[in-house]
Every structure is written in structure tokens, then in C-alpha cells.
């Protein structure tokens, strides 16, 4: 058993949201060619920045990810540069059924740069175990939206941390729809003065499906600035874990951390644990935490009923409404379609 997604920090034991533990890997299956050629050269600047830093799912599914990668692409944006969004999108099916990929960016200093990556996939017992870095240098903008979007019966691996640098700004959100087993750790590392994160976050979840979650800002410049929302629905038997962290560190004076997760339940049956946590270790900063869990808002309900609608036409109508703003972020337009129309079936409650 391996620990996934474990917390520098332990909460309360009884809770289980201290790790994952979990025997999932690939094992001695051979390594599998994957259908898209890859970037060969790595990028010397951002494997530097990243040496000493702690991230990732656990020290086990980043040597996977070394081991078995037959996919890589990488993004050296010079100074000053200006470009327009990359999209990257990775397919999985019954001939491509074990993906292991690796994307890294590194925005040069003053550099803008958008990224859109979307994993979905067709078929059974389907494999993903994904690491995305990003390397901010000062006063670079960054925006990266990550969709993952996988059929019943798949597992997900999914790895996303970035580093900012001085005045840097990343504007980064998460989508996560399917896949049966579902581990996803986020982490930005604010190490500049004046860097600020504004970071969102989606999920939907059905049937026996599990999601644990681990998404952390951690502060390290003076005046930093991370903002995260998270939003999200359960229904049948789902079990999701969020565990999102400020963690203020000794020297960022002047730091403010916002966190939070907002979770819909439309059963009885389904298992939600969310556990907002804030760290500090420094006199001057300011972090605030927040978690609700439960039903829609009432008074929104009946205003919604009241224009000629069905109690489950506008609880539809209200959870896709919250979607949305994630969504929109989403520059392809086809899926963007794609997505909002499996999240309408999926709302679809009988």
C-alpha cells in the first residue's frame, strides 16, 4: 500500500483525509507507445527550479511517471513573448488504454502564455497517470485549464504544480467528470513577492465513483495572493475527499490565502468529506477557509419554480449555472459544448 495525496500536516485521524492508501499502479506491465509523438528534450531551467521542491501525488506515482511516460511535450516561452493558447489534447481508447504523460511549461520572465489540456477517453479499464509542471518566472502570465473527462471504469492520476515568480499571475482551473478512481493533487508555490493565483476548480461525480482531492497554496513571498474556489455535485453512492490548504510560510509577510469548497449532494447515500486548512507560521498575513455542503439554495429554488419550471428542471438549471463559470474558461468550443452537455446528462436525475 502507498500513501497518495498525503497531507504535510495531519488533521484529525478519524476523519481519513490524512492520505490516500492505495495499491493501484501499473505494476510489471510493460511500457505502451503512445499514438502522438513527443517532445525528446527536457528543459534544463525548469528541472532546476523543480529539484528541491516536494509535489506530486506520492513519491511512487511520480516514479511511474518517469518510468513508463510515453508521452512529453514541452513549452519554453522566452521573455517578454507573447502566444496565443496551446491546446493539447490526449485521447485515450482500447489501443491507447495506459497513458503517461508529461507537459511543462516554462514562461520566461514578462511572458504570456495560455494552455488548454483535455484528457477524455472511449472504452474500458482505461489508465491515466498525468504530471503537469509550470515554471513562472517574474511578472509572467499564465492561464492553464485542465479537463479530464474519462469513461466509467478508468483511473486518473493527476499531478499539477507550478512555481511563481515575482509580480507572476496564474489563472488556473480544474474539471473533473468520470472516471471511477480519481486522484488529483494541485499545488502552487508562490515563492516571489506579489505573485497572486486565482484557481478554480469543478467536479461531478455519480454512481460508485471516488474523487480525493488535494489542492494547496503555499506562500513563501511577501504580499502573495491565492484565491481557489471549488465547486462540485455527488449523486448514488459517489465518495468524494477535498482537502484545500493555505499554508502560510515563515518570511511571507503581508500574504492573503483564500480557500474553499461548495458541494451539492442530490442523495442520501452519496459520502462527502471537505476539510478547508489553514496553515500559518508567519504574524503578518491573512487566510481565510470555507466549506458548505448540502442542498441548493431555497430561495433561488422557488423563485426558478415559480417561472413555470420543475423542482428537478431547476435544480438542473442551478448546478449547470455554477458550472459554467469554469466552463467558460474552456477556448475550444466544441468542447466546451461537449462538456456542458455530459454534465447536463449526468444532472439528469430520475
Given at each position: ?12 485521524n ?13 505494476g ?30 506520492s ?41 503517461v ?17 483535455s484528457?477524455f ?14 515554471n ?9 485549464v ?23 499571475y496564474?489563472?488556473?482551473?480544474y ?10 493533487n ?18 461531478f ?146
Open positions: 500500500m502507498s500513501k497518495l495525496n498525503e497531507m504535510r500536516m495531519y488533521t484529525w478519524s476523519t481519513g483525509l490524512n492520505w490516500v492508501d492505495s495499491d493501484i499502479s501499473l510489471q506491465v510493460e511500457r505502451k507507445d503512445y499514438f502522438k509523438s513527443s517532445d525528446t528534450e527536457s528543459i534544463k531551467a525548469l528541472d532546476e527550479a523543480f529539484k528541491s521542491k516536494v509535489y506530486g501525488i513519491d511512487e506515482v511520480k516514479a511511474e511517471n518517469k518510468n513508463f511516460r510515453n508521452f512529453t511535450r514541452t513549452f519554453d516561452i522566452a521573455s517578454a513573448d507573447k502566444k496565443e493558447t496551446e491546446i493539447i489534447e490526449l485521447k485515450l481508447d482500447s489501443d491507447n488504454d495506459i497513458l504523460s508529461g507537459i511543462d511549461v516554462n514562461a520566461g520572465e514578462d511572458s504570456t502564455s495560455s494552455y488548454l489540456i484528457a477517453g472511449e472504452g474500458d479499464n482505461l489508465y491515466l497517470n498525468s504530471q503537469i509542471r509550470a513562472i518566472a517574474d511578472k509572467a502570465r499564465v492561464k492553464l485542465v479537463v479530464t473527462n474519462l469513461p466509467e471504469k478508468s483511473i486518473n492520476f493527476s499531478s499539477i504544480t507550478t512555481i511563481l515568480g515575482e509580480e507572476s496564474l489563472d488556473i482551473t474539471i473533473e467528470i468520470g472516471a471511477d478512481n480519481s486522484i488529483v494541485i499545488k502552487n508555490i508562490l515563492d516571489g513577492d506579489r505573485a497572486m493565483v486565482r484557481e478554480s476548480g469543478v467536479y461525480k455519480e454512481e460508485n465513483q471516488f474523487l480525493d482531492i488535494l489542492a494547496t497554496n503555499e506562500h513563501n513571498g511577501n504580499d502573495t495572493d491565492s484565491e481557489a474556489m471549488f465547486n462540485g455535485a455527488l449523486k448514488d453512492y459517489a465518495h468524494k475527499n477535498w482537502k484545500g490548504v493555505v499554508d502560510l510560510r515563515p518570511g511571507c509577510v503581508s500574504a492573503d490565502g483564500k480557500i474553499g469548497d461548495y458541494s451539492m449532494m442530490f442523495s442520501d447515500t452519496v459520502k462527502n468529506k471537505t476539510a478547508p486548512i489553514l496553515l500559518c507560521a508567519e504574524k503578518e498575513v491573512a487566510g481565510n477557509h470555507a466549506a458548505s455542503v448540502g442542498r441548493l439554495n431555497k430561495e433561488m429554488l422557488f423563485y426558478i419554480m415559480s417561472r413555470g419550471f420543475d423542482k428537478k428542471q431547476a435544480e438542473s438549471m442551478m448546478l449547470e449555472a455554477t458550472f459554467s463559470k469554469a466552463l467558460d474558461k474552456i477556448e475550444d468550443e466544441a468542447l466546451k459544448e461537449s462538456l456542458k452537455e455530459k454534465v447536463h446528462q449526468m444532472n439528469t436525475r430520475n
